[in-house]
């Protein structure tokens, strides 16, 4: 059964760190790429961050670059997400994803409150 469990979420003041991570399990890990996705309240859900099967190439959106690091343990089997800087607009319910031959997995998330 393929399963994507995140954990990590919470209550962070702006300018603070979380890290985020994903668990995954039923299917080969270390041959697939792997992306973090946010919803925000009341608003689409959005691509955050993609690194390659390896870990080699790693890709962000415009607004987290520089803030935020996707990583990788293919060991593990786990899919990391480092965010610094946090600011009010990263408050979101964060997903991690993987493309598994056409179908869409998803995790159930892990809600990333920013507010002081």
């Known amino acids: 059964q393929v399963q994507l469990v ?3 979420g919470g209550l ?3 300018g603070g760190s979380l890290r985020l ?3 995954a399990s039923g299917f080969t890990f ?3 790429a792997m992306s973090w996705y946010r919803q925000p ?3 689409e859900r959005e691509w955050v961050a993609r690194i390659s099967s390896g870990g080699l190439s790693r890709n962000y959106a ?3 670059k520089g803030r935020f690091t996707i990583s990788r ?15 009010p607009e990263d408050t979101a319910v964060y997903y991690c994803n993987v493309q598994l031959n056409g179908r869409i997995i998803w995790g159930q998330g892990t809600q990333v409150t ?3």
């Open 6 to 8: 995140e954990s990590g």
């Open 12 to 14: 962070v003041q702006p």
């Open 21 to 23: 991570s994903c668990a």
């Open 30 to 32: 270390s041959v697939y």
């Open 41 to 43: 309240p009341g608003k």
């Open 62 to 64: 415009d607004s987290v």
């Open 73 to 87: 343990d293919n060991v593990k089997n786990t899919v990391n997400l480092q965010m610094n800087s946090l600011k």
């Open 114 to 116: 920013v507010s002081s």
